[in-house]
């Protein structure tokens, strides 16, 4: 059971644009939602996290909206460079214990120059 | 110097053999993962070690077998490999006690084929 849905599969934007990945999920006790961000051949590494009490994070040019309502967030990412080329998941857990990270599918992106 | 190295980079070979991933940390984190990504990029976590003891275990094959031997380390035995095992295992690592960021720490992974 995929308790992360994580829409597009992928993505490509010119330099820029304003990429939006979006996510949903189903556990209602889920209250912490970090962004990672994958190269190749690297291992992923958080980008941006967001907790329920508030509907917005931004960290430069990285933005997470929260709509709990809906059970949806969002990674916005501004101006896109190439070097934001990667795929990009984002993930849901109950706290920051024991990392049980539910991720989603992941979103391929490509930043054209 | 890498906060979180696995070896080796890449395994490959036939099926029904036992293989080994070694993992270690100089973050001084008290919490290890081991994290499968499938060929669909699909992460899913399979177990995790808080202070060399096991904490998470998800519905893996008895086939893992991980080991902590201190909470530096944390190594992935997998007995009688089949085809299905093909993947790239992650390890990670996390403070959960003390200073909880919630962040964890990935290394570059370890690229397993079973031929």
């Known amino acids: 059971q995929q308790q992360v849905k994580q829409s597009p599969q992928s993505l490509i934007v010119q330099k820029g644009g304003i990429p939006i990945i979006n996510c949903a999920y189903e556990?209602?006790?889920?209250?912490?939602f970090p962004w990672y961000q994958q190269f190749p051949g690297k291992g992923p590494a958080l980008l941006i996290a967001?907790?329920?009490?508030?509907s917005e994070k931004k960290e430069g040019r990285f933005t997470i909206s929260f709509n709990k309502s809906a059970k949806q967030f969002s990674l916005h990412i501004m101006d896109s460079q190439p070097g934001d080329s990667a795929t990009y998941f984002c993930?849901?857990?109950?706290?920051?214990?024991?990392?049980?990270?539910?991720f989603g599918t992941g979103t391929r992106l490509l930043v054209s120059p | 110097d890498t906060a979180v190295s696995q070896t080796p980079k890449y395994l490959v070979t036939q099926m029904g053999n036992d293989k080994s991933i070694k993992c270690e940390q100089n973050?001084?984190?008290?919490?290890m993962y081991w994290y499968k990504q499938d060929s669909k990029k699909f992460l899913k976590i399979m177990f995790s070690?808080?202070?060399?003891?096991?904490?998470i275990n998800e519905t893996v094959p008895n086939r893992f077998s991980p080991k902590s031997p201190d909470k530096a380390h944390l190594n992935l035995h997998i007995n009688s490999l089949e085809l299905g095992d093909s993947a790239v295992y992650f390890c990670?690592?996390?403070?959960?006690?003390?200073?909880?960021?919630?962040?964890?720490?990935f290394g570059e992974g370890s690229r397993l084929t079973v031929l």
């Open positions: 556990n209602t006790a889920f209250d912490y």
């Open positions: 973050l001084g984190h008290d919490t």
């Open positions: 993930a849901a857990s109950k706290g920051t214990g024991f990392q049980k990270l539910v």
């Open positions: 070690y808080n202070n060399k003891e096991l904490i």
């Open positions: 990670a690592s996390s403070q959960v006690g003390g200073v909880n960021t919630g962040e964890l720490f």
């Open positions: 967001i907790r329920p009490d508030v």
